[in-house]
């Protein structure tokens, strides 16, 4: 993997992603935990492209406009820093209308069956 690599991914929004239904909100728009979840799972993917497990260990987002669910989304990932196993993106979703969130995300690579045993 190297520093600038992206993952970029599409999603249409879905009725149980609502803030009204995950209880993160009242209101029936695509919820910050849904958003935030899409901005791990393109990070989740260029880590496992390049053959990498990795655990998402710290997210620091900021939900700059809501969106109706059967919108499409898109997430892009961004690698700017490799510390070891330590992993740091800029991650993004946008719809039609431009920047929906945005902000940093950390994930750590892992060994998986190691990290199962440790909680077993």
């Given at each position: 993997m190297n520093i600038g690599e992206k993952y970029t991914l599409s999603h249409i929004v879905t009725e149980n992603?609502?803030?009204e239904v995950l209880g993160s909100g009242g209101l029936p728009v695509y919820s910050?935990?849904?958003?935030?979840?899409l901005m791990e799972l393109s990070a989740f993917?260029?880590?496992e492209e390049a053959g990498h497990q990795t655990v998402g260990t710290k997210v620091e987002i900021s939900h700059l406009r809501a969106c109706l669910p059967g919108t499409e989304v898109t997430a892009e990932a961004e690698l700017t820093e490799i510390d070891?196993?330590?992993?740091?993106?800029?991650?993004k979703v946008?719809?039609?209308k431009g920047v929906m969130g945005e902000g940093r995300h950390e994930r750590f690579i892992i060994d998986p069956e190691r990290f199962m045993a440790k909680l077993k």
């Open positions: 992603e609502t803030a910050t935990p849904s958003m935030i979840c993917r260029l880590a070891g196993r330590r992993l740091s993106y800029k991650v946008s719809d039609a």
